[in-house]
C-alpha cells in the first residue's frame, strides 16, 4: 500500500498548524507543509506510524490516493470507481466504511456522497471479482476519507483509524471535557516545561494535567490505544511498528520535575480525574485534591496556572461574568509570580478578569470559537517588577 515516500497529511484544530509542524519536524518528516487545520509532509511507512504514535497535536494522519474534480454525486461515483485500482490496496474480504468532510455549494449533502463513494467501490469489486466487500462502520479494516472542497475531491485513507484524541487512558468524562489534542497543545503553547510547577485548579476529569505528564515523561500519546487503522491495512509492517513501540515504557528520570497539582470544587469530577490518571499510570506524578479555587492558596510562590473554567451555558450572564471577576481578583491576591493561561469561549466573560493578557490565542474547543489568554501575574506593575531587587 505504500511507495518509499508518499505525500501524507496530518490533520489538527484551527491554531495548532506550528504546534504539528514542529513536532513532524522532530520526527524526521520532510516537505512539512502548513495549510489550514493540516500540515502535509512527505514520508515512507515507518515515519507514518511514527506520525500516528508520537504526534500530540494531530487529530488523524490521512494518506492521499488520488484527487480530481468532480461536477456531482453521479460523477462522483463514476470517478471513484473508474479512476482508482482499488485491488491495489485491499480484497473483498476486508471489510471498509467511508467518512467525509465537505465544504461545497454543489455537493450539498454529505452523507449522499459517502453512500456514492461507498456504491462505487462495492461495484468496482463486485465487477472485478463477482464477490463485494462488506461495509462496518463501527470497526472497519479500512477507512476511506472523503474530502470536497467545492467540486475538488480528495480520496483518502485514515491510517489512524478512531481520532488520535482518543489516546486510551480516559475513562471518565466530566461536563464538557477539554479534547485531549487540544489540553496538549495548550500545555505546548504554554511553553510550560516540567522543571516549573503547574496548577490547574479546574481540572475536572484532569485532560490537561494527564497531557501535561505525558509530555513531561516523554511518554508518546500513542502508548495506550489498543488499535490504529494501518494495523489492519493488507500491508502492515508488524516489525516496523514493534520496533517502534518496544522501549516506550521505560521509566524516565523524574528527579528534577515539580509538581502537577489538579484541583476541583466538584468531589465527582475529581473522582473522574483519579481513574484517568491511574489508568495512565501517573498516580505518582499528578496530586489531585478537592478544593475550591477561591479558598485555595498555591504551595509555592511561582509556577504555570492552566486551566479550562466554567464557560456559563448553563450559567446566568451575570453570575459568569461575576465569576470571572473573582478569578481575576484571586489571580491577582495568591498567584503572583505564575503565568496562567485560561482558556474560554466566553470572551464578553474573560474581560471581567480585569488583567491585560500579555498573549490572545484563537482556538476551537469542538465548533466553538475561544480565546486562549495568559496573563502573566506581578507584584505592583510589569515594569516595577522588573526592577525588584
Known sequence: MDKPKDTLVAKTFYGLEDLLAKELEDLGATNIRKANRAVYFDGDKQMMYLANYHLRTAISILKPIDNFESKDENDLYQKVKNRIAWDNYFTNKHTFSVEATVHSSVFRHSQYAILRVKDAIVDYFREKTGKRPYIDTENPDILINLYISERQCTISFNSSGEPLFKRGYRVATSIAPLNEVLAAGIVMLSGWHPSQNLIDPMCGSGTILIEAALIAHQLPPGIFRKKFGFETWPDFDAEIFEKITKDEKENVDTSSFCSIIGMDVDDSALTKARLNVKNAFLNPYIHLKVADFFEYTPPFREGVVITNPPYG?????????????????????????????????????????????????KLYNGPDICTLNCYEIYEGTKKTSKHKP
Open 313 to 361: 451555558k448553563r450559567i446566568k450572564k451575570e453570575d459568569i461574568e461575576n465569576f470571572y471577576k473573582r478569578l481575576g481578583d484571586k489571580l491577582k491576591k495568591d498567584y503572583t509570580g505564575f503565568n496562567v493561561w485560561i482558556i474560554s469561549n466566553n470572551l464578553q466573560a474573560m474581560k471581567n478578569v480585569g488583567l491585560h493578557p500579555a498573549k490572545k490565542i
